[in-house]
């Protein structure tokens, strides 16, 4: 069974500094890797994917993200951190083939300091 | 842009009370989930479905049922509420006929089981 981990529960970054959070990852094949964002009282939107191709992907609000094979690894990236970026931020990955399900990992809360 | 809509923001039941939530979504997707929200572990899938009728458990699916009548609509049913299903409820829809994959989730139901 695919499963996710993302080893910080809080992540505290000056704004306009770089904001790096973590996930790792384990499923039988190749993967489907995505990041989501909950803002409070809110559902998760959708911020960015890879599923095949270029390794470093793009999404929304200026975030990315690097698909490392080798470290099984999909870290969420933002080179200049925003007071706006506070929230939490959830890694999830689904099996290729077969299996319909997306797992989660638990969460990363981030603060963005001013 | 896809919208999944839910039922209720916050709902406050009894314990012992049979407890109807109710997930809309309007861009004819065959996938369809619910999850659990809960501090500290992530997002818990109770059931999916991927067709009308269908439907298969999830990791969590004991005192839950599910129900997929209509192709958009997906309805999570507490059999007799419980204080230990006091928790934030998403829905979500997925289509893969066109390579996009990724989830599109509900604004979720904080449930209060007193």
């Known amino acids: 069974a695919q499963s996710v981990a993302q080893p910080e529960d809080q992540v505290n970054v000056a704004e306009g500094n770089p904001l790096t959070v973590k996930c790792t990852y384990s499923?039988?094949?190749?993967?489907?890797l995505f990041w989501y964002v909950q803002y409070p009282n809110r559902g998760l939107q959708f911020l960015l994917k890879?599923?095949?191709?270029?390794?470093l992907v793009k999404g929304s609000y200026g975030f990315e993200a690097e698909f490392n094979k080798s470290q099984t690894s999909f870290h969420l990236k933002k080179p200049s951190a925003l007071v706006s970026d506070s929230a939490l931020y959830f890694c999830?990955?689904?099996?290729?083939?077969?299996?319909?399900?997306?797992?989660f990992g638990k969460g990363n809360q981030v603060v963005v300091i001013p | 842009d896809v919208k999944v809509t839910q039922s209720s923001r916050y709902l406050v039941k009894r314990t012992g009370e049979k407890v109807f939530l109710e997930c809309v979504q309007d861009m004819d997707h065959e996938n369809m989930f619910w999850y659990r929200q809960d501090p500290g572990l992530g997002l818990r899938l109770i059931y999916f479905s991927y067709d009308v009728k269908m439907k298969e458990k999830g990791d969590i699916p004991e005192g839950y049922s599910v129900s997929r009548e209509k192709k958009e609509r997906f309805s999570l049913i507490l059999e007799s509420a419980s204080t230990n299903q006091t928790s934030m409820y998403l829905c979500?829809?997925?289509?893969?006929?066109?390579?996009?994959?990724?989830?599109?989730f509900g604004p979720g139901t904080r449930l209060t089981v007193t």
């Open positions: 979500a829809s997925r289509d893969d006929r066109y390579s996009s994959y990724e989830q599109y």
């Open positions: 890879y599923i095949t191709g270029d390794n």
């Open positions: 999830a990955v689904r099996d290729r083939y077969g299996n319909n399900r997306l797992a």
């Open positions: 499923v039988s094949g190749n993967p489907y």
